[in-house]
């Protein structure tokens, strides 16, 4: 019996990892999920879950920038969250093992973070922050997670638009897969 209420704790707090994302009044939004659980197995051999982030980053993924687009592949993402304001994702540092503190994550991957100057940019932008050399604490924590909600857009150029997959709930309703594409002018059309 006490090896099913441990069981039970570790899952209740694995799933708080994949809520909603919450907006600035601090609602919730109840999410029904349905899905089948299944194994991943990396492609690549590399650390252990448990072992937690790797001492050096690997070099930023840039996004192919559209030709004759009026936004940068950043821009664009945020225009497909404004489009879904009830979109969420599992957080990458607590689903499926905690990493440890976010703050002491946010920090010590904060120079990583500068190195992608398109999305760090946009994400300074979008969130008013002032190109500064020297960042508060809290400030690059903010940045840290602008990050990782931006990283849960997947983006695909598909000809001259990106194909983009996100996931969005409502107020006790079930969770949708969407599938859309964005143009370069950020007008978006929703697929499925």
């Known amino acids: 019996m006490k090896t099913c209420s441990v069981f039970t704790f570790v899952l209740v707090l694995c799933l708080a990892a994949c809520g909603p994302i919450l907006p600035e009044g601090g609602a919730t939004t109840a999410i029904v999920i349905t899905s089948a659980a299944s194994t991943v197995m990396p492609e690549t ?32 993402k945020y225009k497909v969250l404004n489009q879904f304001p009830d979109f969420f994702f599992c957080d990458p540092d607590l689903y499926p093992i905690a990493r440890g503190d976010e703050r002491d994550l946010a920090l010590a991957r904060f120079p990583e973070l500068q190195a992608d100057q398109e999305e760090f940019q946009a994400i300074l932008s979008h969130n008013s922050i002032s190109t500064t050399s020297a960042f508060t604490d809290a400030q690059k924590l903010l940045i840290y997670r602008e990050h990782k909600k931006l990283n849960a857009v997947h983006f695909q150029l598909v000809g001259d638009t990106y194909q983009f997959q996100i996931q969005t709930g409502t107020e006790g309703g079930q969770g949708s897969l969407i599938t859309g594409a964005i143009a370069g002018d950020g007008s978006v059309e929703i697929q499925k």
């Open 45 to 76: 051999p590399g650390p252990s879950p448990t072992e937690g982030p790797s001492p050096t980053p690997a070099p930023p993924t840039l996004i192919p920038t559209l030709p004759s687009a009026s936004f940068s592949p950043t821009e664009l």
